[in-house]
């Protein structure tokens, strides 16, 4: 039995997905009912939430190996997710594997190292996946300044980022939990090309065939704009974090991680925003 935190976030439902179609008894944890009908007919789910230590119990219960994922969120790690770590442990699990960040292990100021270092003190048999900058971010995070605004509002300066398609993580997740030969390993997952931001708007104005414009705020712009969208100091401080760590170039680096995995080449990102155009249609 595998438990999958996060089962219906942008990587969660792929995982589900991939480990349903190969037969693999799995759990989808979810927080609350509306989510839980998202799932798959089939999978088994439970209530789970990482700042409730009464979910725990039901969710990890005959459970041998466990997806982690950090919901964007949840920021102070030693109170929600170390502590659920703590707990499988004690539950005898034998495989976790991380959902973590490209460069997280040199990178103190984001949660994802953290709960890196915290896996890696408990002795417990990991897989950390390090993704790149997830392209369905673009259609979650930033979906409504492109949709209606035509811009992209991000403070990455003229870097550029190996962008990964969240299909590709979670068929990679999938590979991990469900073969031998992962324990104790960490994958970089990107894509096969690195773009900077006025690449990523020239393609979205191709595919939508309409323009989309680069704006390139300075960071303290971009918090101001996050702010003023009501999202919390912590969650705006991560992400400003992030893209200063990409304004810096940690997140060109391309690696061929997901085609040893996968044994194909990665999505790359025309083909996300050709499959995803519906969504930033007005």
């Keep these: 039995m595998i438990f999958i935190s996060g089962a219906t976030g942008n990587i969660g439902r792929h995982v589900v ?26 999978v088994e789910t439970v209530r789970f939430d990482f700042t409730d230590q009464d979910t725990f119990s039901p969710a990890l219960e005959k ?11 949840l920021v102070d790690m030693e109170s929600t997710l170390n502590p659920f770590v703590d707990y499988a442990l004690e539950q005898d699990i034998k495989h976790i594997v991380f959902v973590s960040l490209l460069g997280a292990e040199d990178n103190p100021r984001v949660p994802h190292y953290d709960a890196e270092q915290h896996i890696l003190a408990s002795g417990a048999s990991y897989t950390f996946l390090r993704p790149s900058f997830f392209m369905q971010n673009l259609n979650t995070t930033h979906r409504e300044e492109i949709r209606d605004r035509d811009e992209i509002f991000i403070p990455a300066g003229g870097s550029r980022t190996s962008f990964i ?21 960490t994958y970089d997952l990107t894509g096969s090309e690195a773009l900077d931001y006025y690449q990523v708007a020239e393609i979205f104005t191709r595919v939508l ?18 702010w003023r969208r009501r999202r919390s100091l912590q969650f705006t401080f991560v992400m400003a974090m992030l893209y200063r760590a990409t304004r810096d170039g940690a997140a060109d680096i391309v690696t061929d991680d997901v085609e040893q995995l996968l044994r194909r080449p990665p999505i790359v990102f025309e083909q996300y925003v050709q499959d995803y155009a519906h969504v930033w249609e007005r």
């Design 17 to 42: 997905r991939e480990l349903q179609e190969r037969d693999i008894a799995i759990r989808a944890g979810t927080i609350n009912h509306e989510e839980a009908e998202r799932i798959p007919d089939g």
């Design 63 to 73: 459970v041998k190996k466990l997806f982690l994922m950090r919901p964007p969120q």
């Design 165 to 185: 398609d969240t299909r590709d993580i979670g068929a990679a997740a999938a590979r991990v939990l469900s073969e031998d030969g992962h324990l104790n390993q």
């Design 209 to 226: 065939g309409r323009e989309i414009s680069y704006e390139n705020p300075s960071l303290l712009s971009f918090a101001w704009h996050s």
